[in-house]
């Protein structure tokens, strides 16, 4: 998955807005919380590094998964966070549900009014 296509992927997921900040990385947020990160890579020509929230099973599923790893400064602060960062990594299906899941996981946590307010709840 491209950087564009990442950014086209987030974009297309209800109520979500983005920024570009912490050294040029395209950030996806829903209701003004980070669910989604692309960037933080070594330069042209290396691959994307995307960095999505999971729950806890997963973190521990895919954690050691080859192009995978804890993804730097927020997993070694206790958070369940995943960085795709080299192949094998994710195909393009899988990090599709990832961020998917990444999103829900981030608007579940929301306060009810803010759900509310996104169109998340009735």
């Not at 912490?22 to 003004?32: A, E, L, N, T, Y």
């Not at 669910?35 to 521990?60: C, L, M, N, Q, Y």
């Not at 958070?79 to 195909?91: E, K, M, R, T, V």
């Amino acid at each position: 998955m491209t950087y564009e296509e990442f950014n086209a992927y987030c974009a297309s997921l209800p109520a979500t807005t983005h920024v570009v900040q912490w050294g040029g990385s395209d950030v996806w947020k829903v209701g003004g919380k980070v669910f989604a990160i692309g960037g933080w890579d070594e330069g042209e020509g290396s691959p994307p590094r995307i960095t999505f929230k999971v729950s806890e099973i997963a973190f521990e599923a895919l954690k050691d998964s080859p192009g995978l790893r804890p993804a730097p400064y927020l997993a070694s602060r206790g958070f369940s966070w995943i960085q795709h960062y080299a192949p094998p990594g994710l195909d393009d299906a899988g990090l599709r549900e990832h961020l998917k899941a990444s999103h829900a996981l981030v608007a579940a946590g929301l306060t009810k009014k803010k759900q509310r307010e996104l169109g998340f709840q009735s």
